[in-house]
């Protein structure tokens, strides 16, 4: 229950669409910045700087990511647990839905 309270609060947030993206581009990996990441995406989806770096804040204020800002201590930009879990729980949903529709 506290999971799906949880999810629903990036919901409110962002669209589905839009963080589920950014989830998922980064996966399991760690991108040795979160400055090339947001090139990046830029560059893929044709998105501006300041809406990458708005949703990355946004999901690092909420405990799914984690990086390094201006002023702090060099770490990589990766998934924290708990965006690696709501990541896994909506591919897991997301494909029991099309295996039940192709049944």
């Keep these: 229950m506290q999971a799906i309270q949880r999810a629903s609060a990036v919901f409110d947030v962002l669209p589905k669409e839009e963080w589920l993206t950014i989830l998922a581009e980064i996966g399991l990996d760690e991108i040795a910045t979160p400055t ?16 990458v770096w708005y949703r990355l ?4 204020e909420l405990g799914l990511l984690d990086f390094a800002e201006k002023g702090e201590e060099p770490r990589p930009l990766a998934l924290t647990e708990r965006g ?12 029991s839905r099309i295996s039940l529709q192709t049944v």
């Design 36 to 51: 090339s990441f947001v090139s990046y995406m830029c560059e893929r989806y044709g998105e501006s700087k300041s809406s």
């Design 57 to 60: 804040r946004r999901l690092k």
């Design 84 to 95: 690696q879990r709501l990541l896994r729980n909506t591919v897991v949903r997301s494909a």
